[in-house]
């Protein structure tokens, strides 16, 4: 597959350095570690930390949720893989501000290790407090049962949201752990896949389906999903979707909730809003209130084709998270 | 190539229902016309009225961009076709209060026809005031002497961005369209196209390129170039097309310039800041200022593959309105 790129080593530098250029108002590399980014504006003393990461490639997340009403700091892995200890550790020293650091992070053995090294050091060289909320959102990749075996995909906008906009409201350490984990606890995601990546170092597809072929549950890095099949209409497919999502997590009839219909790279808005429209009949014929709608690319994987519906169940407290304003990079809510 | 649709017939239909469905207090149908969208928010009276419009399958183009600081409404036509008058008229009627609208669209024949009837209609019918701006930022789809033969592709987006934030400071008619008119002239765009993309109705590639070819000036519906080769680095790429821009349009050093690197649908956002890091590169060793730069996914072709740089020569006047804010469903800036 044919890529805009220089050489395929250098690539996360590049894009990198390319962000940081592109807004300087709103984040800056550190000078302690090439992969650590943080806020360029000075937040204030006492405000919890939050810091995000993960492997590249699934942008905007995570670099592109660095800023005003979100995370405070990023740390940047190579191409589907976890970022070491390293940059986690220096962007958790960058941006304390003396109430400690939360972690937000899909649940990757890669992403446990490391930032788990990363949460140790920080305390025993600098004394930060850390607290780390992992997400599961993804229904597909594990049963019910085995909730904490869950991975995490594009649900983890919906935690950063909530996290950091409490942090952001002067919440305390505790309160914000408690929101990250509550938005975690309260979302769940479904995805379809329907054409691969291709890393750019092989340039060789990320996995194989046949046209005219999808993947119900395909993970964001090729994981293998739980059907194969023919594709079917987008309101088969989100009927599907929404329904596995509702087994999984019942939703009464009268809540409200947040819904992402998110684009995993060449999926055109137009299929999202499509598929949008149906997740909306689905849930008002429930009597499903839908509070807030984010439709487009909030977490993607390269170009692969595909998309996945999340839905957050909101009480009081994480529908005035969602409607907080966030001046970010790659995302910007009024 | 695979899509998640429905009927392929009703793809237009259904993308404008699940849009209006997820953006409630953005934007709204008209009764009058389902090809219609307006903003949901009152305008005051006496605002210069923006209307924006043309074939679906550009998504954010054009319907992303209704709301404050941008469009007033929009007309929207088949996938890569002209809106016919009809929805051009109404949107015209519903958004006019009272100074008149300023159009603003890409040069292509069927809008050129279709719009030019609108206005006719608009001030017969109505007694309603149309002002036309006709975008033609697309350097390689005609030389520098018959500029107003270029067609209309991303630099759209920074003639409505400085119209639309015009109007709502409350710029007088004239001074909208002057504004509107000197943010197209001042504003050249070349792209480079990788791979074709599908319609719905017909499943076909919407042309031909080897695997590893680039074609550079490729049109945003699959007009032909002005080169085809073999895939260069990016960075090679973006020396010709900010070259070609530079050729087309001389820029002091010292000048301030907006600068916008935009996907074509499937190009991934590393992609796209590994090429704005060369943009920034090039036009800092000549001594350009970048005032505010925009990556992304602004005006696609579907899921082309591909990128175009776009870059608007600024003065204080044009600066200023790059800033003003903007707050709508598929673009916000604080």
Redesign the interface.
């Known amino acids: 597959m044919?890529?805009?790129?220089?050489?395929p080593t250098y690539?996360?530098e590049?894009?990198?350095?390319?962000?940081v250029?592109?807004?300087p108002h709103h984040v800056k590399l550190l000078a302690e570690n090439a992969r650590s980014i943080v806020t360029a504006k000075v937040t204030r003393d006492g405000k919890v930390g939050v810091l995000i990461g993960g492997g590249?490639?699934h942008?905007?997340a995570f670099m592109?949720y660095v800023g005003e009403g979100m995370a405070d700091g990023v740390a940047v892995g190579n191409i589907f893989a976890s970022p070491p200890p390293d940059p986690i550790l220096e962007a958790t020293k960058a941006i304390d501000k003396g109430e400690g650091v939360v972690y937000i992070y899909g649940n990757y053995a890669g992403d446990l290790m490391n930032f788990g090294m990363a949460a140790e050091l920080a305390d025993l060289e600098s004394g930060i407090k850390v607290g780390s909320v992992i997400v599961t959102d993804d229904v597909a990749s594990a049963p019910k049962e085995e909730k904490e075996k869950r991975r995490g995909i594009a649900g983890e906008f919906f935690v950063t949201k909530a996290a950091g906009a409490a942090a952001d409201k002067g919440f305390s350490f505790d309160d914000v752990v408690r929101i990250a984990q509550k938005a975690n606890d309260y979302t769940r995601t479904m995805g379809?896949g329907?054409?691969p990546c291709s890393l750019p170092q092989t340039g060789k597809p990320s996995f194989e389906l046949e046209?005219?072929e999808?993947e119900i549950g395909l993970g964001h890095h090729g994981e293998p999903g739980i059907e194969k099949g023919e594709?079917q209409?987008?309101?088969q497919?989100v009927d599907r979707l929404v329904n596995d999502i509702l087994e999984d997590m019942p939703i009464e009839s009268g809540a409200k909730v947040a819904v992402l219909v998110n684009g995993l790279?060449?999926?055109?808005?137009?299929?999202?809003?499509?598929?949008?429209?149906?997740v909306?009949q689905l849930l008002t014929e429930k009597g499903i209130e839908i509070h807030r709608?984010y439709?487009?690319?909030y977490s993607?994987s390269?170009?692969m084709?595909?998309?996945s519906v999340s839905i957050m169940n909101l009480d009081e407290e994480l529908a005035e998270l969602v409607d907080y304003?966030a001046?970010c990079p790659?995302y910007?809510?009024?």
Chains 1, 2 share one sequence.
């Open positions: 044919k890529k805009l790129i220089n050489n690539v996360v590049e894009m990198i350095e390319g962000y250029k592109a807004h590249s490639g942008e905007p592109g379809v329907l054409s046209e005219n999808m594709l209409p987008a309101d497919v790279g060449s999926t055109t808005r137009m299929e999202l809003y499509i598929m949008y429209r149906r909306e709608s439709v487009g690319d993607t390269l170009e084709g595909g998309a304003p001046d790659m910007v809510q009024k």
